[in-house]
């Protein structure tokens, strides 16, 4: 069993950025691929953000595209998600969860595909 906790939330004025991490414990982080998702008030859990289990592929939600980057080191065990160019729709709870996939699907956006996640970290955007 994986533990997950996620760090590095914070309030920050729109335009600025923030680094979450994203440590796991239990086992090797190298044995999943890796997302990140966030949740509004209100709304549901959507997809920010993905990577595989050794960082040669990711994916992002449109909206975040050349401005978020997800990168990962497994030596660590640790997930990052550096946010640049924050926008006050940003503004949700951060989630990192794993996703076991398979030999060929190595990428998911659909939260429920997930196994593992963490607690959350808060990130609040203000304009």
């Known amino acids: 069993q994986v533990q997950l906790v996620e760090s590095g939330g914070g309030l920050v004025q729109a335009g600025g950025s923030l680094k979450l991490s994203c440590v796991a414990s239990?086992?090797?982080?190298?044995?999943?691929?890796m997302g990140w998702f966030r949740q509004a008030p209100g709304k549901e859990r959507e997809f920010v953000a993905a990577?595989?289990?050794?960082?040669?592929?990711?994916y992002y939600e449109d909206s975040v595209k050349g401005r978020f980057t997800i990168s990962r080191d497994n030596a660590k065990n640790t997930v990052y998600l550096q946010m640049n160019s924050l926008k006050p729709e940003d503004t949700a709870v951060y989630y990192c969860?794993?996703?076991?996939?398979?030999?060929?699907?190595?990428?998911?956006?659909?939260?429920?595909?997930?196994?593992?996640w963490g607690q959350g970290t808060q990130v609040t955007v203000s304009s």
């Open positions: 969860g794993t996703f076991l996939g398979t030999s060929i699907v190595l990428i998911s956006t659909e939260a429920d595909e997930y196994d593992h």
């Open positions: 239990g086992r090797p982080l190298s044995d999943y691929n």
């Open positions: 990577i595989s289990w050794n960082g040669g592929l990711t």
